[in-house]
């Protein structure tokens, strides 16, 4: 097999104990993910999903070289449960990354829906070196993330160069989708792929021009489903939603389906997508640089994918010089050993 630089994963989790804690404090996430969370931060404390210890070692080995480090995203009506649940589990994840910042970054937390909290800890993490990116949880049945007051916040985020993954936010699935695990299976995309399409259509892109968008689990439908969406117009955006698709958003390889991926490639351009294990959640983090070394790409998209693309999108996230090369820099100077 071909030798690659090591991959950026842009979609790692770390789940420090405050974040789930704050989750059932709320009332907030499914059952499933509660009880799980419950599990890892309370009777597994040394387990490698709650801690660092080790983590490097399955990294390197699976041929990753820096991870983005971030706590499920989580819908917190309550402000200050919010506020708290950012605050503590940012403090909690720069600790952790900072343990190691030749091999970790941070995708830090925001009080999502209260602006001006999400302002103030904006202020707290802007340029701060290992800040790479922000999660965001898509809004929830009585909030979405196209609110014309939260434009600010994009503003906020566009200014400061941190790109946003948009993540799932653990709410109780309703009916149909609390059977079968149909939540997790078909929910978690649909839910992001209508966020995106919220911030699309609403013209929220068109105003905060400088905004990058990640959209997990392979674009969730949108790639698939391009041309009906291009059929249903503008809505208030100023291009088609294939126009967004192609050129505004990017999207994490979290799919692990060969099919799936080339309707991906040939939609948006392999140059969108970016390395995204999900870790600890699904699937492995060798499983996640298989799906694309082990593909039939060209070798141009495979690198785009496992750690050019990112190491431009991130290059100059946190507003730091002494960041600026870190991603693409750890993805290819470090390499010891073919993936």
């Known amino acids: 097999m071909s030798a690659w630089p090591f991959g950026v994963d842009v979609h790692h989790h770390l789940m420090v104990p405050s974040y789930p804690a704050a989750a059932r404090e709320q009332g907030a996430g499914d059952p499933e993910w509660a009880a799980a969370h ?8 040394d387990s490698p999903v709650v801690t660092l210890a080790g983590r490097s070692a399955l990294m390197l080995e699976a041929g990753i070289g820096t991870a983005l480090l971030s706590v499920p995203a989580v819908y917190f009506p309550t402000r200050s449960i919010a506020v708290a649940a950012a605050c503590e589990s940012n403090r909690e994840l720069l600790t952790a990354a900072s343990t190691e910042p030749e091999r970790f970054r941070v995708m830090a937390s925001l009080p999502v829906p ?30 979405r993330l196209d609110d014309p007051s939260f434009r600010r916040v994009w503003a906020a985020l566009a200014e400061a160069r941190l790109p946003v993954l948009l993540h799932p936010s653990q709410e109780p699935w309703r009916p149909p989708l609390d059977r079968w695990r149909l939540g997790p299976g078909i929910g978690v995309p649909v839910e992001t792929s209508i966020a995106a399409l919220e911030l699309i259509l609403s013209g929220t892109l068109d105003e905060v021009p400088q905004l990058e968008l990640i959209v997990p689990q392979l674009g969730g439908v949108l790639p698939y489903l391009t041309q009906r969406l291009v059929d249903r117009g503008h809505g208030d955006a100023e291009h088609d939603v294939a126009h967004y698709l192609r050129h505004r958003l990017f999207y994490d390889n979290n ?37 694309i070394t082990e593909s039939n790409l060209d070798p141009g998209d495979k690198h785009a994918i496992l ?16 960041s600026a090369g870190a991603l693409s ?9 073919e993936v």
């Open 38 to 45: 419950y599990i890892l931060t309370s009777q597994a404390l």
């Open 307 to 322: 750690c050019s693309t990112a190491g431009t999108l991130f290059s100059c996230a946190g507003g730091s010089q002494s």
């Open 114 to 143: 209260f602006a001006d909290a999400c302002l103030a800890e904006l202020d707290k993490l802007a340029g701060h070196d290992l800040v790479a990116a922000v999660i965001m949880p898509p809004g929830s049945s009585s909030w």
């Open 255 to 291: 799919s692990y389906h060969a099919p799936a991926l080339r309707c991906a490639v040939e939609t948006v351009g392999a140059g969108r997508i970016l390395l995204g294990s999900d870790y600890p959640f699904r699937g492995t983090l060798t499983d996640c640089i298989a799906d």
């Open 329 to 337: 820099s750890n993805a290819s100077s470090s390499r010891t050993s």
